[in-house]
């Protein structure tokens, strides 16, 4: 809307997206990051808040109850924007319904996900009330290391025989970094 002393709005948006690498790093600063910046005050940091909100629940609601999942790409975007530039761990499950339209995609672990944070249990309970048939399992490595580690591929065996178990069908894992993805599907995991 308005810039600070000295430069107008588009100048700021500019230096703004050059700080944080980016718009996807602009749109995933937090408050404090933003509170680091000369010129930016309560008020436009509500606004640059507010706009990631509204892209966020946009992209999901684009996903949720609408698109057909038929490889990651299909999600990738939204996964990007919502996940890529986190600094902690988050262990997400997009739930997909038997024609792979997702039924919902919900953050069930936040902190260092490894083999005791994340219950298979409570996710095939989960699946189960919304009746899903398909699960996507998604996880962030802040580090930006997209090779998986020795306790991402052993959560991934639990969790892949957990809902092969009752009938749920495991159709990918992702690791989502700031600098890419992969898919446990594509590399032969699944």
């Given at each position: 809307?308005?810039?600070?002393?000295?430069?107008?709005?588009?100048?700021?948006?500019?230096?703004?997206?050059?700080?944080?690498?980016?718009?996807?790093?602009?749109?995933?600063?937090?408050?404090?990051?933003?509170?680091?910046?000369?010129?930016?005050?309560?008020?436009?940091?509500?606004?640059?808040?507010?706009?990631?909100?509204?892209?966020?629940?946009?992209?999901?609601?684009?996903?949720?109850?609408?698109?057909?999942?038929?490889?990651?790409?299909?999600?990738?975007?939204?996964?990007?924007?919502?996940?890529?530039?986190l600094k902690e761990e988050v262990f997400?499950?997009?739930?997909?319904?038997?024609?792979?339209?997702?039924?919902?995609?919900?953050?069930?672990?936040?902190?260092?996900?490894?083999?005791?944070?994340?219950?298979?249990?409570?996710?095939?309970?989960?699946?189960?009330?919304?009746?899903?048939?398909?699960?996507?399992?998604?996880?962030?490595?802040?580090?930006?290391?997209?090779?998986?580690?020795?306790?991402?591929?052993?959560?991934?065996?639990?969790?892949?025989?957990?809902?092969?178990?009752?009938?749920?069908?495991?159709?990918?894992?992702?690791?989502?970094?700031?600098?890419?993805?992969?898919?446990?599907?594509?590399?032969?995991?699944?």
């Open positions: 809307r308005s810039g600070i002393e000295g430069k107008d709005a588009v100048t700021l948006g500019r230096d703004l997206i050059k700080h944080f690498g980016g718009l996807r790093g602009l749109l995933s600063a937090g408050r404090n990051d933003l509170e680091k910046i000369k010129g930016l005050g309560t008020a436009k940091i509500a606004q640059l808040l507010a706009a990631t909100e509204i892209a966020k629940r946009q992209l999901k609601e684009e996903i949720v109850g609408k698109t057909v999942i038929n490889g990651p790409e299909d999600v990738l975007e939204y996964l990007a924007l919502t996940m890529s530039n997400k499950v997009i739930y997909l319904d038997s024609a792979n339209a997702v039924l919902a995609a919900e953050d069930l672990f936040k902190g260092t996900v490894d083999q005791s944070a994340v219950y298979p249990r409570e996710i095939i309970k989960r699946a189960f009330g919304l009746n899903a048939s398909g699960l996507i399992f998604v996880h962030n490595h802040p580090s930006g290391s997209l090779k998986p580690s020795k306790h991402d591929l052993s959560l991934n065996d639990k969790l892949v025989n957990a809902c092969r178990a009752v009938d749920l069908t495991p159709l990918d894992h992702l690791i989502i970094g700031p600098t890419g993805h992969v898919s446990f599907k594509e590399k032969g995991f699944i």
